[in-house]
Structures are given as structure tokens and as C-alpha cells.
């Protein structure tokens, strides 16, 4: 782009906080009650992420890094392809990331089964723990929670497997459980870079809330950064 | 008897309209037309103030912001408003314009102003038919080559959709002062009909060179960004109008802006972008009643320089 310099982040932004918020609220009655299966899904994975089974084909981390990689995929189809690219045409270059970690999941999480999801006190244990239970039951509440600020309702909730913010920190969350080594920073990229583009949005929206996706972010990025506390215990 | 009742009905209707709504403004409130000045290159009359969209139209499929975005055409026609500006790069603005129009029964006196966004001369062509789709007229009246992206393939493209009569006048835009060396030298060197650029009250390094060339080359030009995409109108909202402002028929700080902008010779429209239907009847206002000489306007950018 010639001249880059004189833009401001602002200059990229397509459109209004309003129609931005609003969009949650669309989204959650188009899709309306999937919200409460994909909760489920994430409740289901908090048990198996504190008590871990294995059946005699099957242990509970493959069936974890499916669920991810269906939020993934569905999120990328439903909310980035079908929803967010109306007013953002950049969300049409996003969405194919989103089913690149999809790939990624299935391939290293299930297919492979390198990931082990099985929470313990190590920093990166905890840390992550903190990160899905947040994009759980937390996250969706940011948005009635400031509600008496932003004005936005109930219905404009962000929940895990339907909107993208709570789907990367959840996936962030249960990487820094799970993932180990270089295969880590591969399955951690795109969530992070989702994190970053989520927390440019919501700044150049002067919304108060783009230090959320940044914060996840960084707790990711320094759990991991911090080898020998990270994966030593905590006590 | 049908007659006489809905008389009455409609007297009753237009009470409790004008308990509940604002009273107009000075202008709308005569019914007034809006200023006109002639296209340059053919003499055809503008008004002078037109509807941007940028943003503000990119609503999605928000049925309820759809509609709204179709109330703020409705008054922008009501009030004799006919040029609006759109671009591929605007998310779904053309989308909206397109309900829009196809909402009003496709006013007649629309002038569609649309711009080619794409890095490549080749794309120029399917881009414009998607756009052209996607408002649903026949023609578009305008075409613009956004931000001087790929500039000369795309003008190629123009000028012989221009000759096979597919379109009715060319342009270039940029904004906030980009690029403004390589816009002159195109403007010296192509048979352009429209050049877009930002102007207003505090924005004014066009004054000294493009919009006098503009003039010698008998360009017409598009005002953007009038209000700084609201940054100004904010600015200014604590601010008192100066009590002069009132002979140059402003009573508030848009029209006070607008006023300032299409008062100059080289202007032919400014387009601010609105979501309220209030807002686009005061800006339409602004092109109506008297506007201000050569001695008044440095006397309003002064002003606005001091505050
Ligand atoms: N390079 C390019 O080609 C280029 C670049 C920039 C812009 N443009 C074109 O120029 C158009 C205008 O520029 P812009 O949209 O960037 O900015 P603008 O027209 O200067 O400002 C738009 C803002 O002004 C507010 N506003 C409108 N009327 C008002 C009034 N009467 N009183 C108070 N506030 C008012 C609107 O808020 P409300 O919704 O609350 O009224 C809106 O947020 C664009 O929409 C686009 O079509 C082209």
C-alpha cells in the first residue's frame, strides 16, 4: 500500500462499534440454541482435561482435539465466511486460516495423538486451565457484564465454538495444557495471530475490551517463554 | 366525503407529526432546493451536497440498520439530494445502497458515483459489473479509480467504457492528502471529468494547487471526508458558532462546514456520510440560502483556526 504510513489503525476499520456488536447479537439467533451443545462440548472437555480417559480404541485427548478442530471449522464456516466477511471482506482471507488449524488439530491432536490434555500444577497448567475455564464461562459474560457501559445484551454473548475470540483463547488454553515442544508454536500461531487481529479491532473500535484477546495472548506466549517454571510444579 | 375524512385525518396525522418530530431545519423547513453547481465537462447540475458512505452504510444484514441506512436515502431525496458515493472497498455499503434504491422504487434523479478498488487492471472489469450488480442500475454515472490503485490500467478501462457509452464521466480520488504529486500529474495529463479529495474548514492544502488546477482543467470535484469522519463535527460540538454564522444561513457546526466547503469556485459537491436521517436533512439544508463570499470564508477557517 503506498504511503502505509500515513494510515492509522482506525483507517482500517469498515465499520461501526455498533454494527460490530450488533452482528454478536444477529449470529446468536441465527445459530440459536447451538450455543448450548457447544457449551456443553466445552464442560464435557473441562472434565476430561482434569480426568483424562482412555477407552480401549479411544482416550479423551483425541476426542478433545476434535471438538476443537469442529469449533474451528464451524466457527471459520458459520461466523467468519457467512457472517463477519458482510462487513469486513477481510474476514474471507481469515476463514481459511481457521480450517488450516482445524487440519492442524486433527492431524497432530488426533490423528497423531501428540497432545495430552491433562491439566497439573505447572505453570502452563495452570495458566491454561485459567485460560479455558475463562473463554467458557467468563468470556461470554464481557458483553452483559459491561453491558450498563456498552449497552449490548445478553444476546450478544461470545460463546466458545461460535465466536472466534473465545474459541482461539479456549484453543490457547488447552495448547498450553496439552502441547508440548515446536509442535506447540505451530498449533499456537494461529490462535495468537487471531488474538492480535481481534485485539487491533477492538482498539481501533476504542472498545475497552481489546486488552481481553491481547492479555490471553500474552499469558500463552509467557507460560510457555518460561521453561523452567513452566514446567516445573508449582509447589 | 372520502375526501373530507382523510382531510381531517391528514391534519390530525400532521399534528402529531410535528408534536413528535423536531422542527425542521431553516431551508428543508421551506422546502427549498438545494443549490445546484454544472459538471464542468458537461454543464449538468449537481447539488451540492451529496451522501458518502463509508462506514456509515456498512451494515451487513442487519434487517434494522439495513432499513435505517434506507431512511437516510429516503431523506437525502426528499430534501433534493441526488450523488452518492460508494466503493468495493466499503464491506457491504454497496449491498445497502442497492436495498436502498430498489426500497425508494429506484429515484430517478439518483447520480451513482462508484469507484474500481483492485491491484489488478485485469480484475478492473468483473469488479465493476459485481458493483454495478450489486446497485442494480443499468449504468453507473461516475466512475472513479480508488486511491490511484492501478490507476492506468483502470483509467484505460474507463475512458472506453466512457466511448462506448457504458459510462458517463471518469474520475480519481484520494484523501487526507496521499499522493497528491502523482494526482496532479494525472490530472495534467488525463481527460478526467471528476477528481475526489478531502477538504474542509481546518483541511485545506488543496487550495493551493490541485483545486485551482481542477479549475483550469475544467474538472469537477468531490469534497470527502468533509468532517474528518466526524472527528471535526466532535471537536466542534462544544464550541459557540460564531453569531455571523447566521448570515451565511448556518445554524450548526456541519452546515457551518459544508457552507465553508461548497462555497468554493472549484467545488462542485461535498458527500458526508450519515446513519441519522436528522444529520442528512441538515447537511442537505447547508445547500440551501446564502453562502458565503471569498472575504467571509477566510474569515470562517480563521475562526475555526482560533478556536
Ligand atoms: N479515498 C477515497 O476515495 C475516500 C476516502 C474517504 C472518504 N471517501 C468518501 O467520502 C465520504 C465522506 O467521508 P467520511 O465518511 O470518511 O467522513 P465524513 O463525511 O467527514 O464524516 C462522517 C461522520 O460525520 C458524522 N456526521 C454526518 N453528518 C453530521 C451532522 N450533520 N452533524 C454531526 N455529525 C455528522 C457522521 O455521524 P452520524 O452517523 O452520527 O451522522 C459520520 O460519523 C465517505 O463516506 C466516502 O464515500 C472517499
Known sequence: MPEWWTYRLEDFLLFSPRVYWRMFELHNAAVWPLQIPALALGAIILVWIVRPRQWPDLGSDRLVSIILAAAWVWVAWSFLWNRYATINWAATYVAPAFVLQALLLLWIGSLRGRLHFAADRTVRGVVGLALFLYSLVLHPLVAPLVAPLAGRPIQAAEVFGIAPDPTAIATLGLLSIGAGGAIAWLLLAIPLAWCVVSWATLHAMGASESWIPLTAAGLAVLSRLWPRIGSGALR | ?307
Open chain 2, 1 to 307: 366525503m372520502t375526501t373530507t375524512r382523510r382531510t381531517i385525518l391528514q391534519a390530525v396525522l400532521a399534528t402529531a407529526a410535528a408534536a413528535i418530530l423536531p422542527p425542521p431545519l431553516k431551508g428543508a423547513a421551506q422546502g427549498r432546493p438545494p443549490a445546484t453547481k454544472p459538471i464542468p465537462s458537461t454543464g449538468e447540475a449537481l447539488p451540492v451536497v451529496g451522501l458518502g458512505s463509508w462506514i456509515t452504510f456498512n451494515v451487513g444484514d442487519d434487517p434494522v440498520l439495513r432499513d435505517e441506512c434506507a431512511a437516510v436515502m429516503a431523506a437525502f431525496f426528499d430534501a433534493g439530494g441526488r450523488i452518492i458515493d460508494s466503493s468495493p472497498m466499503y464491506g457491504s455499503s454497496q449491498d445497502v445502497i442497492g436495498y436502498g434504491l430498489e426500497k425508494l422504487g429506484r429515484p430517478s434523479r439518483l447520480f451513482s458515483a462508484e469507484k474500481v478498488w483492485t491491484s489488478s487492471g485485469d480484475n478492473g472489469p468483473a469488479q465493476i459489473e459485481e458493483s454495478r450488480r450489486f446497485w442494480g442500475v443499468p449504468r453507473f454515472d461516475l466512475l472513479q479509480v480508488h486511491n490511484l490503485v492501478a490507476w492506468e490500467e483502470h483509467l484505460k478501462t474507463l475512458f472506453e467504457m466512457k466511448a462506448a457509452g457504458q459510462l458517463r464521466y471518469v474520475g480519481i480520488t484520494t484523501s487526507e492528502g496521499r499522493r497528491h504529486d502523482l494526482f496532479e500529474e494525472i490530472m495534467r495529463t488525463q481527460p478526467l471529468d471528476f477528481v475526489q479529495i478531502t477538504y474542509n474548514v481546518v483541511d485545506r492544502e488543496v487550495e493551493d494547487r490541485i483545486l485551482p488546477l481542477a479549475r483550469d482543467r475544467g474538472m469537477g470535484v468531490i469534497v470527502n471526508r468533509p468532517f474528518q469522519q466526524g472527528v471535526l463535527t466532535q471537536r466542534l460540538e462544544g464550541e459557540p458558532l460564531p453569531e455571523w454564522a447566521t448570515e451565511i444561513g448556518a445554524s450548526t457546526w456541519a452546515q457551518f462546514i459544508l457552507k465553508f466547503i461548497v462555497s468554493h469556485p472549484a467545488v462542485t459537491v461535498a458527500i458526508p456520510a450519515t446513519t441519522r436521517v436528522d444529520h442528512v436533512r441538515e447537511n442537505l439544508a447547508a445547500a440551501t440560502g446564502p453562502m458565503p463570499d471569498e472575504a467571509t470564508r477566510r474569515r470562517m477557517a480563521a475562526y475555526v483556526q482560533d478556536l
